[in-house]
């Protein structure tokens, strides 16, 4: 009998290699972000590492996978119902980005509410002009749709700045640095009192288009739009003709419906926009924190036998 195997699909830390070989000494590591790595092993593998695209035919098949940790937060775009069918424990690389997100958040909405973006196009043109300069962020409301993980870090940053936090989550369970929490039904009643509408929602059936014409008219005329979930929550045409009519303030977007974002996509060219290519989680730290606070500890109950805990996706919620 062949040994069991375990595939990391990126490149890690030969720290962190290490580390999971001293837990599976036994086992068949295989690592690296090259396909060519590991792609002949793949129904071979017991437990793998980080979801490629690739990975997808396996499940047409009878894979000898029982436990995937996925690389990212968000799960959407990975086959759940096959491998719901399968019998696959999915975990999923939630929290890893709190620091990381809640910084780029702070950087859109501290961008939009001090004009830098607008500075920046003038530096460019050489331009001295105040360019209407006089909002400030302390002492705003803000709302975090989505208080996980990084709506947590982020509520606890906006209290420095002496902000009113409101937060939605879908239990509507109390949590610390939020002033006041609503259920997901109450979100219309949450987005008329916010100055700034932060989304970390995961991508689901009932987060689908979740932001439309509706929740922007309801939205203050001077309120900032900050979207880090996944772009399918907001409809997209929506948002450009509400930014378009100044019936909200302004926009910070690191997710689209469509990725890349089209060339010809009029949001480019709004001055009152703010766009980053889905790039809010990245970090130096990203590696260390996946294999070291999520797949190690995971590992240990799996090796003992039990269900990974960290993070364990729910197939029928899809999160």
């Known amino acids: 009998m062949g040994k069991r195997k375990l595939i990391i699909t990126h490149n890690v830390h030969d720290q962190q290699i290490k580390a999971v070989h001293r837990l599976a000494p036994d086992w068949e590591l295989i690592a690296g972000r090259d396909p060519s790595i590991w792609e002949s092993h793949l129904n071979d ?19 000898k996978l029982r436990w995937l940790q996925s690389w990212s937060a968000g799960v959407n775009s990975m086959p759940l119902d096959k ?6 424990k999915l975990t999923s690389a939630n929290g890893v980005h709190a620091y990381p997100i809640s910084e780029t958040i702070f950087a859109l909405m501290l961008g939009l509410t001090r004009k830098i973006h607008t500075y920046v196009r003038n530096q460019t043109t050489k331009s001295w002009n105040p360019s209407g300069l006089n909002l ?22 906006a209290k420095a700045f002496g902000m009113t936090v409101l937060g939605i989550r879908h239990s509507g369970k109390q949590e610390e640095f939020v002033d006041k929490m609503f259920s997901s039904q109450q979100l219309n009643e949450v987005l008329p009192q916010c100055d700034y ?6 991508l689901t059936e009932d987060t689908y288009h979740l932001f439309g014409g509706k929740q922007f008219e309801l939205m203050k005329e001077s ?9 399918p929550i907001v409809d997209e045409h929506a948002l450009i003709a509400a930014l378009k009519v100044n019936q909200i303030a302004g926009a910070g977007l690191d997710v689209f419906e469509k990725e890349p974002l089209n060339e010809h996509n009029p949001l480019w060219e709004m001055e009152n926009v ?12 990203y590696a260390k ?22 993070n364990l996706v729910d197939y029928q919620k899809g999160y």
């Open 45 to 63: 593998a017991e437990i793998i590492v980080g979801w490629k695209k690739e990975m997808a035919e396996m499940f047409d098949s009878t894979p």
């Open 83 to 88: 491998m719901k069918s399968h019998g696959i």
């Open 136 to 157: 400030e962020i302390h002492g705003k409301t803000i709302g975090i749709i989505g208080v996980g993980a990084i709506g947590k870090e982020t509520a606890k940053i």
């Open 197 to 202: 509408v932060v989304v970390t929602l995961p």
């Open 223 to 231: 309120a900032f739009f900050i979207n880090i979930g996944r772009g």
């Open 274 to 285: 703010i766009i980053t290519p889905h790039t809010a989680g990245a970090t130096e730290h």
């Open 289 to 310: 924190r996946v294999i070291e606070d999520i797949f190690i500890p995971n590992l240990k109950h799996y090796l003992e036998g039990k269900t990974p805990k960290i």
